[in-house]
């Protein structure tokens, strides 16, 4: 996995643009020094500028675009610039092997848990009212494209703030990890400077509901029975459905998908006494909310009827 470039570097894009356009071998020298520069700042290692502008210089990369520049065409270069500043990043981080603790992975959101933390619930280190899930079938960003699609298969995250999407445990006052020395391994395996640490790692056995409720037969039936009364893929084939032939009576069905839902959920509160808390996890979250992520939004209208509108 690549470092992408454009978490790094902001470069502005008339210049970029003009940069690609008139070829000129002086501009480009002059753009790579700044974007190096603004590189080093990101990862907190400026004094480093001469030591990584050696190294660049010596790229085999730099070396043939800073040779070919004037003689490729602008979408060339357009490529080329990018796949020169992901190069230049990863140089920049062989500098720096080691975590800052700079909390800007724990800014970007919360960790999944894999199959070994599950010791962090067992010990009470964390507990149910501070993990959700993500169910089976919720659309998220699957790609680097940021293409939306159905999760593969169920994960259990921390819960983030809010507001700003931050790791609940990240406090921002210090910046600092709140569990440090209970962080999961997800946390442990993260390394900047070496993303396929983490990718590597990726592939483990993930937690999910079940391995966390083990015995609990009341609880894994109430899972069993939200699953399959809200079974997302079904929510996620309807939407398709909607999006590619217009057809609205679908709504209808994805309305009593979300009723059930929300009886489920009164049924987990009042029956099982599970508190309000708790239920991100044991249910996911309410599909009144996954379905933003379609454009649709939940609305009563005057008589107090509930039906599915755009959400603007
Ligand atoms: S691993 Fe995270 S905390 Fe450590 S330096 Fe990288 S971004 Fe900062
Ligand atoms: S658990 Fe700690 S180290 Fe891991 S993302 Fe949250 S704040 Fe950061």
Same mark, same amino acid.
């Given at each position: 996995?690549?470092?992408?470039?454009?978490?790094?570097?902001?470069?502005?894009?008339?210049?970029?643009?003009?940069?690609?356009?008139?070829?000129?071998?002086?501009?480009?020298?002059?753009?790579?020094?700044?974007?190096?520069?603004?590189?080093?700042?990101?990862?907190?290692?400026?004094?480093?500028?001469?030591?990584?502008?050696?190294?660049?210089?010596?790229?085999?990369?730099?070396?043939?675009?800073?040779?070919?520049?004037?003689?490729?065409?602008?979408?060339?270069?357009?490529?080329?610039?990018?796949?020169?500043?992901?190069?230049?990043?990863?140089?920049?981080?062989?500098?720096?092997? /080691?975590? *800052? +603790?700079? %909390?800007?992975?724990? !800014? =970007?959101?919360?960790?999944?848990?894999?199959?070994?933390?599950?010791?962090? #619930?067992?010990?009470?280190?964390?507990?149910?009212?501070?993990? /959700?899930? *993500? +169910?089976? %079938?919720?659309?998220? !960003? =699957?790609?680097?494209?940021?293409?939306?699609?159905?999760?593969?298969?169920? #994960?259990?995250?921390?819960?983030?703030?809010?507001?700003?999407? /931050?790791?609940?445990?990240?406090?921002?006052?210090?910046?600092?990890?709140?569990?440090?020395?209970?962080?999961?391994?997800?946390?442990?395996?993260?390394?900047?400077?070496?993303?396929?640490?983490?990718?590597?790692?990726?592939?483990?056995?993930?937690?999910?509901?079940?391995?966390?409720?083990?015995?609990?037969?009341?609880?894994?039936?109430?899972?069993?029975?939200?699953?399959?009364?809200?079974?997302?893929?079904?929510?996620?084939?309807?939407?398709?459905?909607?999006?590619?032939?217009?057809?609205?009576?679908?709504?209808?069905?994805?309305?009593?998908?979300?009723?059930?839902?929300?009886?489920?959920?009164?049924?987990?509160?009042?029956?099982?006494?599970?508190?309000?808390?708790?239920?991100?996890?044991?249910?996911?979250?309410?599909?009144?909310?996954?379905?933003?992520?379609?454009?649709?939004?939940?609305?009563?209208?005057?008589?107090?009827?509930?039906?599915?509108?755009?959400?603007?």
């Amino acid at each position: 996995m690549k470092h992408n470039s454009a978490h790094f570097i902001q470069l502005d894009p008339a210049l970029l643009q003009d940069l690609f356009q008139s070829g000129k071998r002086k501009d480009f020298v002059d753009q790579v020094r700044q974007a190096l520069r603004q590189i080093l700042v990101k990862l907190q290692v400026e004094s480093h500028y001469d030591r990584v502008t050696i190294l660049v210089k010596r790229e085999p990369c730099y070396r043939a675009l800073n040779n070919t520049w004037e003689q490729i065409g602008p979408s060339a270069r357009r490529q080329k610039w990018y796949e020169l500043m992901d190069r230049i990043i990863q140089i920049a981080y062989s500098t720096r092997p /080691y975590c *800052l +603790r700079c %909390g800007a992975c724990c !800014r =970007l959101g919360s960790p999944s848990l894999h199959l070994r933390d599950g010791d962090l #619930l067992a010990r009470g280190m964390i507990s149910i009212r501070q993990i /959700y899930t *993500l +169910r089976r %079938g919720e659309p998220v !960003r =699957l790609n680097i494209e940021g293409k939306l699609g159905p999760l593969p298969s169920e #994960l259990i995250k921390f819960k983030e703030d809010q507001e700003k999407g /931050y790791c609940r445990f990240y406090t921002e006052t210090q910046k600092s990890c709140a569990i440090y020395e209970n962080r999961p391994s997800q946390c442990r395996f993260q390394q900047c400077w070496n993303p396929e640490a983490l990718e590597e790692f990726w592939r483990e056995q993930k937690l999910t509901r079940r391995d966390i409720l083990k015995n609990d037969q009341d609880l894994i039936e109430l899972v069993e029975l939200h699953d399959e009364q809200c079974n997302l893929e079904e929510l996620h084939e309807l939407f398709i459905h909607l999006h590619n032939t217009g057809d609205i009576t679908v709504l209808n069905q994805a309305l009593e998908i979300l009723r059930k839902d929300v009886a489920i959920r009164n049924l987990a509160t009042t029956r099982l006494n599970r508190q309000e808390e708790e239920l991100d996890f044991l249910l996911g979250r309410p599909l009144a909310e996954i379905i933003r992520a379609y454009g649709l939004k939940v609305e009563r209208d005057q008589d107090g009827v509930y039906h599915l509108a755009e959400d603007r």
